[in-house]
T-cell receptor
Framework: RKEVEQDPGPFNVPEGATVAFNCTYS??????FFWYRQDCRKEPKLLMS???SGNEDGRFTAQLNRASQYISLLIRDSKLSDSATYLC???????????????FGTGTRLKVLA | DTEVTQTPKHLVMGMTNKKSLKCEQH?????MYWYKQKAKKPPELMFV???????INESVPSRFSPECPNSSLLNLHLHALQPEDSALYLC?????????????FGPGTRLTVT
């Protein structure tokens, strides 16, 4: 089982639609969780951190379910400019004792259609 | 300012060349990272430096040699690379290694090995 798993998509949605991505992680000792957005041939950019209580930033809502070990990202009122790959990142214990590392999911491609 | 800079943006090198990639941040972050990213794949962790000391080496071949001259700078020295090493090399930083802090990425160096 991969440490962090995402549905690769692509998700093709019309403008204005609501779309949700899920990400599951294997290590229950994982410490922190993030969503990044990556445009083609660019670096990943932080979209939002994910907190236990859930958090919202404009049209974006992230949630964490520690019991089921998954995080989600909801995008409301999709815009053409939301087209990108969305990467789930989990900070979990490394095999080396006492260290943590950031593990990336494979990413989910989103294409918003006019 | 959440800027991480990387030079050069593009690099073409032969298999017998020696070159270096450079990364700089002025956010006072104490953890810095090198990632390798192939097309349509997520970033793969190579090295982590924490407080200027190598913390994680993900079994990277010795033809890649990291260096952290000070808390703001991170280098990746390249020697005798193979064509399969062609990829986007991303540098990132975070406030601490073992924490819930977000990572910020530089724009990357696109490396082609001929």
């Amino acid at each position: 089982r991969k440490e962090v798993e995402q549905d690769p998509g692509p998700f093709n949605v019309p403008e204005g639609a609501t779309v949700a991505f899920n990400c599951t992680y294997s290590n229950s000792a994982s410490q922190s969780f993030f969503w990044y957005r990556q445009d083609c041939r660019k670096e990943p950019k932080l979209l939002m951190s994910v907190y236990s209580s859930g958090n919202e930033d404009g049209r974006f809502t992230a949630q964490l379910n520690r019991a089921s070990q998954y995080i989600s990202l909801l995008i409301r009122d999709s815009k053409l400019s939301d087209s990108a790959t969305y990467l789930c990142v989990v900070n979990m214990p490394a095999t080396t004792s006492g260290t943590y590392k950031y593990i990336f999911g494979t990413g989910t491609r989103l294409k918003v259609l006019a | 300012d959440t800027e991480v800079t990387q030079t050069p943006k593009h690099l073409v090198m032969g298999m017998t060349n020696k070159k270096s990639l450079k990364c700089e941040q002025h956010m006072g972050h104490r953890a810095m990272y090198w990632y390798k990213q192939k097309a349509k794949k997520p970033p793969e962790l190579m090295f982590v430096y924490s407080y200027e000391k190598l913390s994680i080496n993900e079994s990277v071949p010795s033809r890649f040699s990291p260096e952290c001259p000070n808390s703001s700078l991170l280098n990746l020295h390249l020697h005798a690379l193979q064509p399969e090493d062609s990829a986007l090399y991303l540098c990132a930083s975070s406030q601490e290694e073992q924490s819930s802090y977000e990572q910020y990425f530089g724009p990357g160096t696109r490396l082609t090995v001929t």
